[in-house]
């Protein structure tokens, strides 16, 4: 990965023991489900568009990056 990468960004969604285990500037491997959410469950002005997020499985913390 070429130095001062924007990096791609997805909603993920952590639950239960996967909460509160990493922190801002990690970089990370991520398993998991991608998922689609209705925009119309956040914003009622909004229909026919869903929003991209990972429910994610599990986490790989990559060391020295």
Do not use: H
């Not at 119309?40 to 990056?65: A, C, F, W």
């Amino acid at each position: 990965d070429p130095e001062g990468r924007v990096p791609s960004q997805m909603v993920c969604e952590l639950r239960e023991n996967l909460v509160g285990k990493v922190i801002t500037g990690e970089t990370l491997i991520l398993s998991g489900i991608i998922k689609a959410e209705s925009n119309e469950e956040r914003d009622k002005k909004t229909t026919g568009i869903l929003t991209p997020y990972i429910r994610v499985n599990s986490i790989n913390k990559q060391k020295g990056k």
